[in-house]
């Protein structure tokens, strides 16, 4: 069973449409991540959903929408999409305690190409 | 601001050598620091270190923190092709974690 799954693993667009990727955790956890990763490997934190509410939102441009309809489930949608957006998008899930996060859990990642 | 610096960025060794991967973090928030392998998809999990001086061990992956001095070490002995990846570490502290650049190894036969 895959702990963290996204969907589609790949996704070829043209600039100006607008498009959404979904994921899904079957660990129990009570937080999930969106991260974008460049074409240098950097991987940086967009979102961040703590039981359906927003908790971490990472200056990323409106554009962006992350909605969360169950603990389980995190998707991003991504309105007028522009050159820059290509990347790679990664989800995450874990358990946070205390105000801390513990070890995340990254799902296979959706490689995002606008044309 | 948050960070997280890793040396090297970028590491060539042959099979069988010993490599020592470095990652330096800002006090601020401290709880915990993570070490993730990346191949070519989702980076995969190797360690988390919450305590200084106490190394943690996997097969010939070992990795140790050191809290008075900010910073951590991942250690891999007789590397083996299989070992070529990007290694990433990051602070935890708040709800997020902080990656660092990586290091990226290629481990030559």
């Known amino acids: 069973d895959t702990a963290v799954s996204q969907t589609p693993k790949y996704l070829v667009t043209q600039m100006g449409n607008d498009k959404s990727i979904k994921c899904e955790q079957n660990l129990g956890h009570d937080t999930m991540y969106w991260y974008k990763q460049d074409s240098k490997k950097f991987l940086k934190i967009m979102f961040s959903y703590n039981n359906k509410e927003l908790i971490i939102n990472e200056t990323v441009p409106n554009r962006f929408s992350p909605k969360s309809p169950d603990k389980a489930h995190l998707n991003l949608h991504i309105n007028s999409l522009e050159l820059g957006d290509s990347a790679v998008y990664f989800c995450?899930?874990?358990?946070?305690?205390?105000?801390?996060?513990?070890?995340?859990?990254f799902g296979p990642g959706t490689r995002l190409t606008v044309l | 601001e948050d960070k997280v610096v890793q040396s090297p960025l970028s590491l060539v060794v042959h099979e069988g050598d010993t490599v020592t991967l470095n990652c330096s973090y800002e006090v601020t928030n401290f709880r915990s620091l993570l070490w993730y392998k990346q191949e070519k998809k989702a980076p995969t999990f190797l360690f988390m270190l919450t305590s200084s001086g106490i190394e943690k061990k996997s097969g010939r992956l070992s990795s140790i923190l050191d809290k008075k001095e900010l910073f951590s070490i991942l250690n891999i002995t007789a590397t083996q092709t299989g070992d070529s990846a990007v290694y990433l570490c990051?602070?935890?502290?708040?709800?997020?974690?902080?990656f660092g650049k990586g290091t990226k190894l290629t481990v030559n036969p």
């Open positions: 995450a899930s874990s358990q946070v305690t205390g105000g801390a996060t513990d070890t995340q859990y």
């Open positions: 990051a602070k935890g502290g708040s709800e997020k974690l902080v």
